[in-house]
């Protein structure tokens, strides 16, 4: 099992940053790849970036040289630096961990989530 708490979110202006942050507990030397997803009301839940446990990392075209996630393994955390956000930048946050089970393979935690608002 793996436990996932997001903080970070907030109300921002248009062009500004926010810090999302993802603290992982539990079974985390099984964990794979984490990573953020965001939901907006009305649409499906996407990938924004992921980051797998060599540091390689990936980003939705949306966020590219926007966005930058890291992690600090010494804290099992997981960083979202989201810089010039744009209104369409709104949506629930979550933290995602691919963990590795024996009985599945691998599986996905989800975090609660974290609110993200940009104003116009």
């Known amino acids: 099992q793996v436990q996932l708490v997001e903080s970070g979110g907030g109300l921002v202006p248009a062009g500004g940053s926010l810090r999302l942050s993802c603290a992982a507990s539990?079974?985390?030397?099984?964990?794979?790849?984490m990573g953020w997803y965001r939901q907006a009301p009305g649409k499906q839940r996407e990938l924004v970036a992921a980051?797998?446990?060599?540091?390689?990392?990936n980003y939705a075209d949306p966020v590219k040289d926007r966005f930058t996630i890291s992690r600090d393994n010494a804290k099992n955390t997981v960083y979202l630096q989201m810089n010039s956000l744009k209104p369409e930048d709104t949506a629930a946050y979550y933290c995602?961990?691919?963990?590795?089970?024996?009985?599945?393979?691998?599986?996905?935690?989800w975090g609660q989530g974290t609110q993200v608002t940009v104003s116009s």
């Open positions: 980051i797998g446990s060599g540091g390689n990392t």
């Open positions: 539990g079974n985390i030397f099984s964990i794979l790849v």
């Open positions: 995602n961990a691919v963990a590795r089970d024996a009985k599945a393979g691998a599986l996905n935690y």
